[in-house]
C-alpha cells in the first residue's frame, strides 16, 4: 500500500470510535488517507482526532467555498486510489444505493472511479431488515466491496451480525483490494479450501474438523500477490478475502468438478482443502431411524482431487497439502512423489494443532529444497508460503523436470 491515496468516508454510528485506528492502521502500511466525515460521524468523533493522526486536514462539507472555488469533490474523487467507507451506517448504505449526491461523501461516491468499499455497522435486527439487504444486493451488483460486519456483542446490549470488522482486518481487506501488482500479477491461481461432506442420509454426513481458515489465507496471499484467484471451499462459515471470486461445494465430488471448470487458464493449482478420502457407497434417501444397537456403514473412496489435477497432460503448477498426525515430513515427502506434485505444505494435525486454530506451521519440500515456515497466525503463515510458492514456479516455469530430479528433495 505504499503511497497508495485511501478516502475514509465516516459515518454516524458508535463504530467510528474505531475509526481513528483504522488510520493509524493504514497509514502503517504506507498510504495516504483522507478522512471525510459525515454531519453524524462529528456527533461521535471529532474531526481534530481524525486531523491527529491522517495528518490532513479533514473535509466534511459539500459547500466548503475555500474547497469548492476548484471544485474540491471532483478533486478528492480523482485523488483516491480507493473509498472506504467505515463505518457504513444503514442510512448511507441506503443513500449510495439510490444514487444520492446530498452531502461530500455521497456526491464523492458517485463521482469516483476508484474501487469503492463498506464496512457496514449497525444494530443486528437493521442489517437483517429486507430494506438492509435489498440496499447490500444492489452495491455487491455495482462492484461495491462488502467488508463484514462481523457478528458478537452490540453498543446496544444485543448481540448478533451487524459489528464493524476490526482495523486490523479492514486495513488488510484494502490492501487486498489494491493488489493490481505483484509477483503474480496477470497469473491465475485457483486454492481448494475446507472439509467436504459425504453425505449418510439427508440429515447426517461424514466431514472432518478442518475449518477452512488455512486455504482461505492462502487465497487472501495469493490475491495480495497480484494473482486473480478463484476459491473453492467446501461448507465452512469464513468471509470471503476481498478481491477472490468464491465458488461454494459441498462433497468431493462437486469440489472436483468445480475444480476442473475452473481449471483453464490456471497458472497454479494449491490444494488446502481436507477432502474427505471416503464416503458411504449407498446414501439412504429417508434419515435412518434408531433402531439396532448397531449399524455398518459399508465406504467407498472419493475422488482424489489433487492426484486428477497433477496427472492432466495441461495441468498447471501444482501444490499440495499434507494433515499428518505422525512422521509428518516423511509422509508428505511420499505424497509429493506418488502424486507428482511440484510442492507440498506439510503440517501436524491433532491434539489442538492445525484444525479449528487460529495458527499454524509448515514445513514445505518442492524439489528446490525444504522450508520451515515457523509458528505464526494462518495469514502470516499464508504470506510466507505464497512467496515460496512465487519463488519455485519462477524458478520452474516451463521446465518441469520429471523422475529422476525428485529424489533431490
Given at each position: 500500500m505504499q503511497g497508495k491515496r485511501i478516502l475514509l468516508g465516516v459515518t454516524g454510528g458508535i463504530a467510528a470510535y474505531k475509526s481513528p485506528d483504522l488510520v493509524r492502521r493504514l497509514r502503517?502500511?504506507?498510504?495516504?488517507?483522507?478522512?471525510?466525515?459525515?454531519?453524524?460521524?462529528?456527533?461521535?468523533?471529532?474531526?481534530?482526532?481524525?486531523?491527529?493522526v491522517s495528518a490532513r486536514t479533514v473535509r466534511h462539507d459539500l459547500w466548503d467555498a475555500a474547497a469548492e472555488a476548484?471544485?474540491?469533490?471532483?478533486?478528492?474523487?480523482?485523488?483516491?486510489?480507493?473509498?472506504?467507507?467505515?463505518?457504513?451506517?444503514?442510512?448511507?448504505?441506503?443513500?449510495l444505493a439510490t444514487g444520492q449526491a446530498d452531502d461530500l461523501l455521497a456526491t464523492l461516491c458517485l463521482a469516483t472511479e476508484a474501487p469503492i468499499a463498506v464496512a457496514p455497522a449497525m444494530n443486528h435486527v437493521m442489517?437483517?431488515?429486507?430494506?438492509?439487504?435489498?440496499?447490500?444486493?444492489?452495491?455487491?451488483?455495482?462492484?461495491?466491496?462488502?467488508?463484514?460486519?462481523?457478528?458478537?456483542?452490540?453498543?446496544?446490549?444485543?448481540?448478533?451480525?451487524?459489528r464493524m470488522l476490526e482495523p486490523t482486518d479492514l486495513a488488510e481487506r484494502v490492501a487486498a483490494l489494491l493488489s493490481g501488482s505483484g509477483p503474480l500479477q496477470g497469473r491465475r491461481v485457483v486454492v481448494t479450501a475446507g472439509p467436504t461432506r459425504e453425505r449418510i442420509d439427508p440429515v447426517r454426513f461424514v466431514s472432518n474438523r478442518s475449518s477452512g481458515r488455512m486455504g482461505f489465507a492462502v487465497?487472501?496471499?495469493?490475491?495480495?500477490?497480484?494473482?486473480?484467484?478463484?476459491?473453492?471451499?467446501?461448507?465452512?462459515?469464513?468471509?470471503?478475502?476481498?478481491?477472490?471470486?468464491?465458488?461454494?461445494?459441498?462433497?468431493?465430488?462437486?469440489?472436483?468438478?468445480?475444480?476442473?471448470?475452473?481449471?483453464?487458464?490456471?497458472?497454479?493449482?494449491?490444494?488446502?482443502?481436507?477432502?474427505a478420502d471416503y464416503r458411504p457407497a449407498q446414501a439412504a434417501e429417508h434419515k435412518i431411524k434408531k433402531t439396532a444397537p448397531t449399524m455398518d456403514?459399508?465406504?467407498?473412496?472419493?475422488?482424489?482431487?489433487?492426484?486428477?489435477?497433477?496427472?492432466?497432460?495441461?495441468?498447471?503448477?501444482?501444490?499440495?497439502?499434507?494433515?499428518?498426525?505422525q512422521a509428518v515430513e516423511q509422509n508428505a515427502l511420499a505424497k509429493l512423489l506418488k502424486k507428482n506434485l511440484d510442492m507440498i505444505a506439510a503440517n501436524e494435525v491433532g491434539h489442538d494443532?492445525?484444525?479449528?486454530?487460529?495458527?499454524?506451521?509448515?514445513?514445505?519440500?518442492?524439489?528446490?529444497?525444504?522450508h520451515h515456515l515457523p509458528r505464526a497466525d494462518k495469514v502470516t503463515l499464508a504470506r510466507g508460503f505464497v512467496a515460496l510458492v512465487v519463488e519455485d514456479f519462477a524458478a520452474r516455469a516451463g521446465t518441469r523436470q520429471r523422475g529422476p530430479a525428485l529424489a533431490q528433495v
Open positions: 502503517e502500511r504506507g498510504a495516504e488517507v483522507q478522512v471525510v466525515m459525515t454531519a453524524g460521524a462529528r456527533e461521535f468523533v471529532t474531526a481534530t482526532t481524525f486531523q491527529a476548484a471544485m474540491g469533490h471532483i478533486e478528492l474523487a480523482r485523488w483516491a486510489d480507493a473509498v472506504l467507507i467505515a463505518p457504513a451506517s444503514a442510512d448511507f448504505l441506503a443513500r442489517w437483517a431488515h429486507a430494506a438492509t439487504r435489498a440496499n447490500i444486493a444492489t452495491l455487491a451488483q455495482r462492484g461495491v466491496q462488502v467488508f463484514g460486519p462481523g457478528a458478537g456483542d452490540q453498543a446496544c446490549g444485543e448481540t448478533g451480525d451487524g487465497a487472501q496471499a495469493a490475491r495480495e500477490a497480484g494473482a486473480t484467484v478463484v476459491l473453492v471451499s467446501g461448507p465452512v462459515g469464513l468471509e470471503t478475502p476481498a478481491g477472490v471470486a468464491r465458488v461454494n461445494v459441498e462433497s468431493a465430488a462437486d469440489m472436483l468438478a468445480a475444480v476442473l471448470k475452473e481449471l483453464p487458464g490456471t497458472d497454479i493449482f494449491i490444494s488446502t482443502a481436507a477432502v456403514l459399508s465406504m467407498e473412496r472419493t475422488a482424489d482431487v489433487l492426484a486428477t489435477v497433477a496427472a492432466r497432460t495441461d495441468r498447471p503448477f501444482v501444490v499440495g497439502f499434507a494433515a499428518e498426525t494443532k492445525a484444525f479449528d486454530c487460529e495458527e499454524n506451521e509448515l514445513i514445505v519440500l518442492s524439489r528446490n529444497g525444504r
